[in-house]
């Protein structure tokens, strides 16, 4: 059908590293995303042309962090949290579904209205984009999600002449 595309992809990525000493074994990179499928979909509906649909859908997998561990300083007895290089944790998998609806309306001969409503992560998945780190009793951090935007709506307008 002219004007509507659909395409599905997977991303495989296996990059690692290791100190610049050569001491450790070479090891998964801490912003790298190992798997990731992605599929995009439109439709028409029929009764209506200028109407299109479609639909966006991405899952990855989880990127890495390192955990925080609360040390005691000997000399003046403050506890504070340092980052612990020695482990390395996943955050939860990436999920994502949009939907939108688009119609387009013709204006003269040469102009055109786009009309846009989208519902973005439709099942208000939450994604952890990092954590903050905090330390409510001794020796014990707790960490708390900073998650990306929920179940959110986006109505957007383009007109061209």
């Known amino acids: 059908m002219e004007g509507v595309n659909s395409w599905i992809g997977y991303s495989y990525l296996n990059s690692k590293e290791r100190s610049s000493d050569g001491s450790k074994a ?4 801490l912003l790298d995303q190992t798997h990731t499928l992605r599929l995009f979909v439109q439709d028409r509906i029929p009764q209506h042309p200028n109407v299109q649909t479609h639909l966006r859908f991405l899952l990855g997998s989880g990127f890495l962090f390192h955990p925080r561990q609360a040390s005691i300083d000997p000399v003046r007895g403050d506890t504070t949290l340092a980052i612990d290089f020695s482990i390395r944790r996943d955050f939860q998998n990436y999920f994502r579904v949009d939907l939108g609806l688009s119609a387009r309306f013709e204006i003269g001969h040469k102009g055109e209205i786009v009309v846009v409503g989208e519902v973005l992560n439709v099942f208000n998945h939450i994604n952890v984009a990092s954590y903050s780190w905090f330390q409510i009793f001794p020796g014990q ?11 959110f709506f986006n109505v957007g307008l383009e007109v061209s002449f």
């Open 141 to 151: 951090p707790v960490r708390i999600p900073q998650i990306f935007t929920r179940r």
């Open 26 to 29: 070479y090891q998964r990179r």
